[in-house]
């Protein structure tokens, strides 16, 4: 699978571009030249959303009222252009998604074109908060199932609905019926079991495979969504008017092998680093072992962030795919992957 060529309008700092992609190539330009705005929106074509804005209005261009982002992908016996478009009239935002011009629904959309991310920012994962962490594996899950992807959103419907009757009751505006409830937690049940369990392959996949950059084991502290704990939990549900079980408020943990230390706790930055890109690299697998595809690869001024010897390693683990690199400065790049077949430099 190859990114063949990419077309951005009004995205971001993008008024107007368009770019030839090789099966590598190199983004070289100074800071806020709009290097990582590229990855992301090649990214959003993976997956329906940013990675990096709060709202998927800000990548639209200051000013414009809609961003349209297209590409062509190739594939071994096959092409297909895709197009993302954001619009925003009256502070209402819609995106639609476009496969060889024909509109389709986000579940059916994403995984035509999968790619794997590492940014300086990555290392967060680990650092920061439990949503940071769930919103990440389902990056992954979201390109590689379509199954996730729409127990997903009806998952987060349901429980934007629950939450909103569990408010209204407790601050006294509204009394709903037991029926009222139940209706939404057996979609809750239904689809929280199927998020908890791909969730659950994920987390398995990565502890079952070899480690060659960094040993680690990774924890999945789950949150189940069934009756018998909504049951448990009813009380305190009411009382604080809003669900309080689910996965929506999984973890997922860290762990040294040998001392079950947690990595976030005892582990320096650059070993968290390390996980990181440990997790990546199989990331990369489990995409091509769900989709059959390799993924895009997709680097965000690694060379800030990794030594010369992890690059390397980082490098020769990866399968044989496309990758799009960012960097400020030429030199910054190995000569290994200067000296690659088929280069081309985007200067910004
Ligand atoms: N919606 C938007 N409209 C216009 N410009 C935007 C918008 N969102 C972000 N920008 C601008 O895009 C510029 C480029 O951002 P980007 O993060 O891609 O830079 P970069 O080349 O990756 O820089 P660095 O080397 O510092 O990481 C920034 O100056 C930012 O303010
Ligand atoms: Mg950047």
Excluded: W
């Excluded at 809003?242 to 092998?257: A, E, H, K, S």
């Excluded at 683990?317 to 690199?325: G, K, N, R, V």
């Amino acid at each position: 699978m190859i990114l063949k060529n990419l077309k951005l309008k009004n995205f971001r700092n993008h008024r107007s571009a368009s770019f030839g992609l090789f099966s590598t190539t190199i983004i070289i330009g100074p800071n806020t030249a709009g290097k990582t705005n590229i990855l992301e929106a090649i990214n959003i074509l993976s997956r329906g959303k940013s990675f990096r804005a709060e709202h998927d209005k800000d990548t639209i261009c200051e000013g414009a009222e809609f961003t349209r982002i297209e590409a062509e992908i190739d594939y071994e016996n096959e092409k297909i252009k895709l197009a993302v478009i954001f619009s925003n009239t009256n502070n209402y935002l819609s995106k639609k998604f476009l496969v060889n011009n024909v509109p389709k629904r986000l579940s059916d959309f994403a995984s035509k074109f999968t790619s794997v991310l590492f940014t300086p920012h990555d290392i967060e994962i680990i650092a920061t908060s439990p949503s940071l962490r769930r919103r990440y594996i389902d990056s992954i899950l979201y390109q590689s199932d379509k199954k996730y992807r729409i127990a997903f959103s009806l998952y987060e419907k349901a429980l934007k609905r629950r939450n909103r009757m569990l408010y209204d009751m407790r601050e006294g505006k509204k009394q709903y019926k037991r029926a009222d409830f139940e209706y939404f937690e057996k979609i809750l049940i239904e689809q929280g079991s199927i998020l908890t369990s791909k969730r659950e392959e994920f987390v398995d996949f990565v502890n079952e495979r070899n480690k060659e950059i960094f040993d680690f084991v990774l924890f999945y502290d789950k949150s189940e969504m069934s009756e018998a704990r909504l049951f448990k939990y009813h009380f305190e549900e009411q009382a604080a008017g809003i669900t309080l079980v689910g996965p929506q408020r999984d973890d997922f943990i860290f762990y040294f092998p040998k001392t079950k230390k947690v990595i976030r706790e005892f582990g320096s930055r650059g070993e968290e680093r390390l996980t990181i890109f440990q997790l990546k690299v199989l990331e990369v697998n489990y995409l091509l072992r769900a989709t059959g595809h390799i993924p895009v690869l997709l680097l965000d001024d690694i060379f800030s962030e990794l030594d010369d010897t992890n690059i390397h390693k980082v490098f020769d683990l990866l399968p044989d795919q496309q990758t799009i690199l960012t960097t400020t400065h030429r030199e910054f790049i190995p000569k290994k992957i200067l000296n690659r077949e088929e280069v081309s430099i985007i200067e910004l």
